[in-house]
């Protein structure tokens, strides 16, 4: 079976930075994305980590550790748009898939001002 | 480029009723995927399809159901509809290509509720 766990809410001021932890137990790994989603609205990429390491795309960082099942998304410079919940989600490792992705719960993040 | 569209946006069926959803995926895209999204159970898989055939298969009930047409549109079919089944549907594509990340593009989804 596969297992997903990550905070279920963090809430941070206005230009500081905010650390989701996700950790997972699958039967496969073939990468592991993060989505953003607000309220009433579809899901939106934000990263992906297959290797271990931390890959930056702007404010938004992601790293993955392999070998720990481990994964955070690193928010800097935090701005009130960014209040969503931010879905960690793994790919198995499976031939000819491409779109069978395993979701955490989310973390809803809470920008104050 | 035209981004994921499903249809309709919003329905409302009474226990027993079946439906069915609508996917048009990016152009280009192959794969389309679907999952059920619930406040209790969060986004779950319910199948993926690549070239009109399925390739994956979530924990559902056999109510649910889908098909790809050869232009990669898909569709999702969810019979004998049960209170539980209130939930937002969410459909999404992604290019399915060997050598890169295939990131999946969401749909706005679809807003099922079962009275």
């Known amino acids: 079976g596969q297992n997903i766990d990550q905070p279920t809410e963090m809430t941070a001021t206005e230009g500081a930075i905010v650390q989701i932890n996700c950790t997972y137990q699958t039967s496969g790994f073939n990468g592991l994305f993060w989505y953003q989603q607000h309220a009433g609205e579809a899901p939106t990429f934000l990263s992906y980590?297959?290797?271990?390491g931390l890959e930056e795309k702007g404010r938004f960082s992601s790293f993955l550790s392999r070998s720990k099942g481990y994964s955070y998304l690193l928010l800097k410079e935090l701005q009130m748009k960014d209040s969503a919940s931010y879905l960690c989600a793994v790919r198995e490792a499976a031939t000819d898939s491409w779109g069978k992705l395993q979701f955490g719960a989310g973390t809803q993040v809470v920008v104050t001002p | 480029k035209a981004g994921v569209t499903q249809t309709p946006r919003y329905l409302i069926k009474t226990r027993g009723q079946q439906v069915t959803l609508s996917c048009s995926p990016i152009?280009?895209?192959?794969?389309v995927s679907w999952y059920q999204q619930t406040p209790g159970q969060g986004l779950q898989f319910l199948f993926e399809?690549?070239?009109?055939?399925?390739?994956n298969k979530g924990n559902f009930p056999g109510r649910f159901s889908g098909r790809q047409f050869s232009n990669s549109r898909s569709e999702m079919n969810v019979s004998t509809l049960e209170l539980g089944d209130s939930a937002l549907y969410l459909c999404?594509?992604?290019?399915?290509?060997?050598?890169?990340?295939?990131?999946?593009?969401f749909g706005p989804g679809t807003r099922l509720t079962v009275l």
């Open positions: 980590n297959v290797l271990d």
């Open positions: 999404a594509s992604s290019l399915a290509e060997r050598g890169v990340y295939n990131e999946q593009f």
């Open positions: 399809y690549f070239s009109e055939t399925q390739r």
């Open positions: 152009s280009g895209h192959r794969s």
